[in-house]
């Protein structure tokens, strides 16, 4: 292993939920990096009932951010009972994003121009239903090139402690049942 880094990088990002009757619903989410696990972004939706919406109008981009990094994976997770839904899947399917459609499956992004401004489409789709939204490209390609400040393409498997990484994989619950 080199190097190793514990950086983080996080930034609260307001998305576009686009509605079937093309409505959109404006969505708080946060997106996470960590060079811990660097082939990996974490999308945290908030959901909770209560919360007043994120507003993302034209050129505003909600970019609240702080700095503590290719195989197009995904996990998606209700992380409690608040609301929260996350979602995992590769740096690289987000950074392939910004410039031609990317994904297949579960998560795709691509390109969007919406409303005269650049845009980053992403789209999810899980067995309870499928949803596209409408993320600010400017605060995308900030929260990626602070990832990649923290871990370099190309270098992750650098940045991966494989000792803990099969210590979690031994200690998994289900790991007696094999």
């Not at 080199?2 to 998305?15: A, C, K, N, P, T």
């Not at 000792?163 to 979690?168: E, I, K």
């Amino acid at each position: 292993m080199g190097s190793y880094r514990s950086s983080d990088v996080e930034v609260h990002i307001g998305l576009r939920l686009i509605s079937p009757d093309g409505k959109p619903v404006s969505v708080s989410a946060t997106l996470h990096y960590s060079g811990s696990d660097p082939y990996a972004v974490h999308v945290v939706f908030h959901l909770r009932p209560n919360q007043a919406p994120a507003h993302v109008g034209p050129g505003e981009n909600d970019d609240t951010s702080v700095a503590s990094p290719s195989v197009p994976s995904c996990t998606a997770e209700s992380s409690d009972a608040g609301g929260d839904i996350s979602w995992t899947f590769s740096r690289e399917l987000l950074a392939d994003g910004l410039n031609a459609p990317s994904g297949h499956g579960d998560v795709r992004i691509w390109p969007w121009y919406a409303h005269g401004r650049r845009s980053v489409a992403l789209a999810l789709c899980s067995p309870d239903g499928y949803a596209l939204f409408e993320a600010p490209r400017t605060v995308v390609e900030r929260f990626l090139n602070r990832c990649y400040g923290c871990v370099s393409a190309g270098l992750e498997e650098h940045y991966i402690d494989i000792d803990a990484s099969l210590a979690n994989l031994l200690r998994a619950p289900d790991a007696d049942a094999r």
